[in-house]
Nanobody
Framework: QLQLVESGGGLVQPGGSLRLSCAAS????????IGWFRQAPGKEREGVSC????????YYADSVKGRFTISRDNDKNMVYLQMNSLKPEDTAIYYC??????????????????WGQGTQVTVSS
């Protein structure tokens, strides 16, 4: 069974950093593009960043560009989202998702079929 599990969320002060992890089980991530998404209370789920299967292509939403960095370690079956200079508006549940996308990636939610359960990120003083 394909499964993704996020971890690394928590409470952090504005300007702080967190690193989220996405672990895959039941399949190898080597052939999958991975997206990170977030959903704040009362808002729709939005795409944050994505990375292609080889790591050669990445994309960031304008709201996180220059602050977040996505990376992957296919040997460990892991994907990471390093989040720096966090702002209160980054507060949300963060999800990772996987699907086979040839040599590219997207932050469109309907392009991904396997999702994790999410991890809460709260940015507050």
């Amino acid at each position: 069974q394909l499964q993704l599990v996020e971890s690394g969320g928590g409470l952090v002060q504005p300007g702080g950093s967190l690193r989220l992890s996405c672990a895959a089980s039941g399949f190898t991530l080597n052939y999958y593009a991975i997206g990170w998404f977030r959903q704040a209370p009362g808002k729709e789920r939005e795409g944050v960043s994505c990375i292609s299967s080889t790591g050669g292509s990445t994309y960031y939403a304008d709201s996180v560009k220059g602050r977040f960095t996505i990376s992957r370690d296919n040997d460990k079956n892991m994907v990471y989202l390093q989040m720096n200079s966090l702002k209160p508006e980054d507060t949300a549940i963060y999800y990772c998702a996987a699907d086979i996308i040839f040599l590219s990636c997207t932050i469109a939610t309907d392009e991904y079929s396997t999702w994790g359960q999410g991890t809460q990120v709260t940015v507050s003083s």
